[in-house]
């Protein structure tokens, strides 16, 4: 089978200066990552997280084993063309600002000087660093110099993206946005790795991830499959009535399990972004990254207006990176899984009564409990933070990718 | 070639941005105006001149080798110290591409800098005669001995080999090698003998004479001068250290045809400090039609001791051949040949090594080839007693070093000697399509499996 990440026994060594073997930092690593799958891969510092990305971009040589990108060689430059990376620092020439930053990776991926300079902008636009695109990358904070490092690697409409602790020094709605970006690529067919150890990023957009230790993989599964805890449910609900929460109560208690009602709190996260958000409206000055939450158009379907422009100036497509075919245009910026399966559960439950708490008897059997999904107007993907602010729980806010769409449902 | 463009450009900027560049630049931007403002050389205009393009263009061809070799080193180890390398090389560009890329922008940067300053020398020195509101004489004497280009012809050194194994068998059977050269191998003797018949070839003796004869001597234009450069070397030397020296000059074949001869024949007596260069200066026309010119010396009585033309530049007959800015252009040539050299040096030491020790490693080779003369000479001396050690490792790795001093332009311009383009393509073949070609070899082989990120614990 034609896997975008494949490694066969992958194993690097390293030595002190005598040549004499002292770390094993990767040992014998076999993965495998599908085209279309956003794959994490997980582990503490010094895990081999990072070495098993330089030995697959050819950084690194294997002491042993084999690592094939996209099928080829990682160090073959055919290959590197439909490969975007974020190395864990964005390792930046600090004497280039962040226009001639990009205009020179672009050079390197062969983009004409129309496809260079229209990424360039939307690029800039995206990571918010267009209003200080004429300073030098040296004089940017951590998180922007993260952002403009981020913006390189998508510079050429990669079809596999390697984003190494992209988050890293980035506020938190940079971190959202880099979420919302690896949704949004993983939508129109792009595959991605992302490593790190900030589990919460890696649990909102994986599908399927490993976890490292010692250079050995220790657990590797999809996400639904690794942390759903099969013996319990929940179930979120707008808010009800004391009564409605009595009568839940007490059938709960008749079913002799143990529970705990609360409200749910808002997270900090959509808090600090709802603050942000109400500062950008009163267009109070910052000499920072100004947060958007624009996608680069080309990265959402915008190669269609690239392909006129490439007609129009006559570029050659051997010139353009091999791009994925787009599989959809526009896609909604916060999927919610479908929870219909447990509506009837719900109804049962708000038409009895409830008692406070119950000691814990045998877990019951539920189906899939199914929520809402909040309506989505094609000017969603434009109003973000709207649609942010306005979301429902954390769980809510997962993709619904290929085998997602049963983790927060379950009641 | 529009990726290796783009790294070019950014060694460009990346050059430009460091501060020891900026500081040689500004260094030569102050230097060179004040050196052209303040030298006197010998008080004469021709002096003034001659040391400042010496000056000058050492200082520039200096400064510039220095930048670089630092420039060319930090570009590629700055890259992989920093980890701008990861995201470069993980790009569609192949690791040689990079190399060539990088050494691409140093050679832009050293062309523009070049032209810049030896523009900055260039103007100076034309202007200087202005400057120093110089007379008509001596502006006509820099016209003819300075501002131009002249052809150098040196006698050929005259086959001894009879002679000299003649003298051996004699010293042999004499049973004198042994009391004379004890313990030098035959090689060594042959070698020594044969300087001595050569030097005797070039020794005047009291009241005798000395000839030399050229062939195929072509004047630009016949109505210019001839300048027969010269340096006495004398056996006891007379108080006021100068020499007495009686000079023909012309197509001496004719002398016995009296005053029908069809060629000119100049009778120059002179007076000269000795050990010191001097120039006399005659007609072109007392060159035969053919080319031929001979020169004769006889050594007065008044000298009361032997004259003697040293082998190496003793003397040499100059002519013009070609305009000042045509050798200043081709003196930029040579100095931008070394640049190339040391760029690709630098580029290999800079592909395996740290950033101080490849500055070290080249700044070895650098002050090395600078003085090669010696150092070639020091490892001949060397190879009396281990001849063959030496013959198999280390005369090879001399011989592949390079030699500036012996190409070194300041030598042309200051006795406005021609560079001849044949001259230049030998310096060129051997600088940039063996040395600096191997370098690159190196650089670009090295490079191709270096581990990037290796971690050495």
């Known amino acids: 089978m034609d896997y975008a990440v494949e490694t066969i026994g992958l194993t690097k060594v390293f030595s002190d200066w005598w040549g004499r073997a002292k770390v094993y930092a990767v040992d014998d690593l076999n ?89 360039i902008e939307a690029l800039l636009d995206m990571v918010g660093l267009k209003a200080v695109a004429s300073r030098s990358v040296g004089t940017y904070s951590k998180g922007m110099a993260r952002r403009i490092g981020l913006a390189q690697a998508l510079i050429n409409d990669p079809d596999l993206l390697i984003l190494d602790e992209p988050t890293t020094g980035l506020d938190p709605i940079g971190t959202r946005q880099i979420k919302d970006l690896i949704l949004k690529l993983a939508e129109r067919g792009k595959t991605i790795l992302l490593c790190s150890h900030l589990l919460a990023d890696v649990e909102d957009v994986c599908h399927r991830i490993a976890i490292l230790y010692g250079g050995r993989i220790q657990a590797q599964g999809r996400v639904k499959d690794l942390l759903q805890q099969t013996d319990k449910r929940q179930i979120v ?16 208690h008749g079913e002799g399990v143990k529970f705990e009602i609360s409200s749910p709190m808002e997270r ?35 190669a269609q207006k690239e392909s006129i422009i490439h007609k129009l100036t006559g570029t050659s497509e051997a010139e353009k990176p091999v791009a994925t075919p787009v599989r959809a245009e526009k896609v909604a910026e916060t999927k919610v899984p479908k929870r219909e399966g447990d509506k009837d559960v719900l109804r049962q439950l708000t038409t009895q009564a409830s008692t406070e708490r119950v000691a814990p008897a045998e877990p019951s059997q539920t189906g899939p409990v199914e929520t809402k999904t909040p309506d989505k107007s094609p000017q969603t993907r434009k109003k973000i933070l709207d649609d942010l602010l306005g979301g429902s729980s954390p769980k809510e806010q997962k993709p619904q990718g290929e085998g997602k769409e049963g983790d927060s449902g379950h009641a | 070639m529009r990726r290796i463009w783009a790294v070019a450009r950014t060694t460009v900027r990346q050059a430009l941005r460091m501060k020891v560049a900026a500081a040689f630049i500004v260094l030569l931007l102050i230097l060179l105006p004040i050196l052209g403002l303040t030298v006197t050389g010998d008080g004469t205009l021709k002096g003034r001149l001659q040391t400042f393009v010496s000056y000058g263009f050492s200082l ?56 810049l300053f030896g ?45 000299v194994e003649a003298l051996y068998q004699k010293l042999e059977k004499n049973d004198q090698l042994q009391q004379i050269y004890r313990n030098y191998p035959k090689a060594e003797i042959l070698r020594l003998l044969t300087n001595q ?86 007609p072109a026309n007392c060159i035969a039609g053919d080319g031929y010119l001979a020169i004769g010396f006889i050594n007065p009585p008044l000298n009361q001791a032997v004259v003697i033309f040293p082998i190496e530049d003793g003397l040499e007959v ?33 592909s395996f090594l740290s950033f101080p020790v490849a500055i070290l490693f080249c700044l070895v080779i650098f002050l090395t080839g600078s003085v090669s003369g010696f150092v070639v000479e020091s490892f001949d001396s060397l190879s009396q007693n281990i001849g063959i050690v030496y013959t198999y490792t280390v005369k090879g790795l ?45 650089a670009l082989l090295i490079f191709r499996f270096r581990e990037l990120a290796r971690v050495i614990i």
């Open chain 2, 119 to 163: 523009g900055i020398i260039y103007g100076a020195t034309m202007l200087m005669p202005w400057f120093v509101k110089a007379t008509p004489q001596e502006r006509d004497e820099v016209d003819r001995q300075f501002y131009t280009a002249r052809m150098s012809l040196v006698p050929p050194q005259p086959d001894v080999s009879e002679e």
């Open chain 1, 237 to 252: 609900t707008d808010a009800i009535s004391d009564a409605a929460v009595d009568r839940i109560r007490n059938i709960l």
């Open chain 2, 60 to 115: 520039t061809s200096m400064l510039l080798s220095f930048l670089t070799i630092i420039v060319s080193i930090y570009t590629l180890t700055s890259d992989i110290e920093h980890r701008q390398i990861y995201t470069v090389i993980t790009k569609p560009i192949r690791r040689s591409h990079l190399i060539v890329g990088k050494l691409l922008g140093v050679l832009t940067l050293d062309v523009a800098l070049l032209t």
């Open chain 2, 318 to 350: 100059l002519y013009k051949a070609d305009t000042f800015t045509g050798n200043f252009i081709r003196a930029g040539i040579l100095v931008l040949l070394r640049l190339v050299f040391l760029a690709c040096l630098g580029m290999m030491a800079g």
């Open chain 1, 268 to 302: 900090l996260e959509t808090f600090f972004i709802h603050t942000v958000a109400e500062a950008q409206q009163q267009a109070q000055p910052t000499s920072g990254a100004v947060s958007t939450t624009q996608i680069g158009d080309f990265l959402t379907g915008g």
């Open chain 1, 31 to 119: 993965l495998q990552i599908q085209h279309n799958e956003v794959f994490g891969l997980l582990g503490p510092n010094g895990s081999g997280k990072t070495t098993t990305i330089k030995m697959l971009l050819g950084l690194l040589h294997p002491t042993k084993g084999h690592a094939l990108l996209l099928g080829g060689d990682g160090a073959d430059p055919k290959i590197n063309a439909r490969i975007g990376f974020l190395p864990e620092e964005s390792y930046l020439y600090r004497f280039l600002n962040a226009r001639e930053t990009l205009d020179f990776y672009g050079r390197l991926f062969g983009l004409s000087r129309e496809v260079r300079t229209a990424r």
């Open chain 2, 398 to 442: 001399v011989q592949l070093l390079p030699q500036f001093d012996k190409n070194n332009p300041t030598t042309f311009l200051v006795p406005a000697r021609i560079i001849r383009w044949a001259f230049i393509g030998r310096v060129a073949l051997v600088m940039v399509g063996l040395q600096s070609l191997l370098s690159l070899a190196f």
């Open chain 2, 197 to 282: 018949k050569r030097l005797e070839k070039r020794a005047a003796p009291v009241g005798q004479r000395l000839l030399w004869e050229f062939k195929n001597v072509r004047p630009l234009d016949p109505n210019q001068s001839l300048f027969v450069r010269f340096k006495y070397d004398i056996s006891v030397t007379p108080p006021d250290e100068q020499a007495y020296g009686e000079w023909y000059i012309g197509d001496l074949r004719q002398l016995g045809a009296g005053p029908d001869a069809a060629g000119r024949i100049y009778q120059v007596p002179r007076r000269d400090p000795v050990r010191t260069f001097r120039e006399i200066e005659v």
